[in-house]
């Protein structure tokens, strides 16, 4: 039985939706995780990551953002306070994220296609004036997603948990940017085929925990679940762990700038 550590970088994990937050950070170390990116996506959250990653200092590393599910729930001036509180906090981040679109119709019927786009191209904004990298959402949105990053000149992203059309991965790919493996890489025909057709080189792995994964068996994830990441991409590709896990966490560290 292989009982190896790797070094591993879960790039995207809603930590302040956690309860026992510290028994999740306890757990991530001990699967080998040495940096987690703790994404925001309004006022409160964004509050809470901060604290969370001063409380875990060079291991917690927050992420600030406007998720398009929060939308529906803000008027304008309230979106306008979240944008000056990323601002004012721009510095302390190694990202602008949960930041998208989502076009499922349960989000736009709170928050229209144009609602959505204004706010992600004002974070989009952000990221391009202060060269931070952006964590995309981009549910059943993946082109209109991919043209507002590239047209933002936005220079580093990552399309979180991606499903979308192969055309945009290989315009994602050619331009740069990152997708995210989940453990949904486990068995989601769309995402292991966007796994299969991503070069490691172009690859981060995430739990986007606490989210719930599954199909027989459902589980509510924590940043521990990195480990079904790395074995359903090493799985997908033919490839040994230790690889995925060292080029994974290289290309993490790199395009958030960590210290890990």
């Given at each position: ?34 940096a987690l990116i703790a ?84 974070m989009l904004d952000l ?134």
């Amino acid at each position: 039985m292989n009982t190896e550590v790797y070094r591993l970088v879960d790039s995207h994990a809603h930590l302040d939706e956690i309860e026992d937050i510290e028994r999740a950070i306890l757990d991530a170390k001990q699967v080998g995780i040495v940096a987690l990116i703790a994404v925001g996506q309004d006022y409160e959250s964004n509050l809470k990551v901060l604290e969370l990653s001063e409380k875990y200092e060079s291991f917690v590393y927050p992420a600030l953002g406007l998720h398009p599910w929060s939308l529906g729930n803000m008027d304008a001036a309230q979106i306008a306070l979240n944008l000056r509180h990323v601002e004012d906090n721009i510095e302390r981040v190694v990202a602008i994220g949960e930041v998208g679109l989502d076009y499922h119709k349960r989000v736009r019927a709170v928050a229209d296609k144009e609602r959505q786009r204004e706010a992600f191209k004002a974070m989009l904004d952000l990221a391009r004036r202060y060269d931070k990298p952006v964590s995309v959402h981009s549910r059943y949105s993946w082109k209109d997603s991919f043209d507002l990053v590239k047209e933002s000149a936005v220079e580093k992203a990552v399309f979180h948990w991606y499903t979308g059309f192969s055309s945009v991965l290989r315009e994602i790919i050619t331009e740069g940017y990152f997708i995210s493996a989940t453990p949904a890489g486990e068995y989601h025909d769309e995402h292991r085929r966007a796994i299969k057709e991503t070069p490691l080189e172009s690859l981060l792995l995430e739990t986007d925990s606490p989210v719930s994964y599954g199909r027989e068996t459902r589980y509510e994830s924590r940043p521990s679940d990195i480990i079904r990441s790395l074995k359903a991409v090493a799985q997908i590709k033919g490839l040994e762990e230790s690889i995925v896990a060292q080029r994974t966490t290289s290309n993490a560290i790199r395009l958030f700038g960590l210290t890990a």
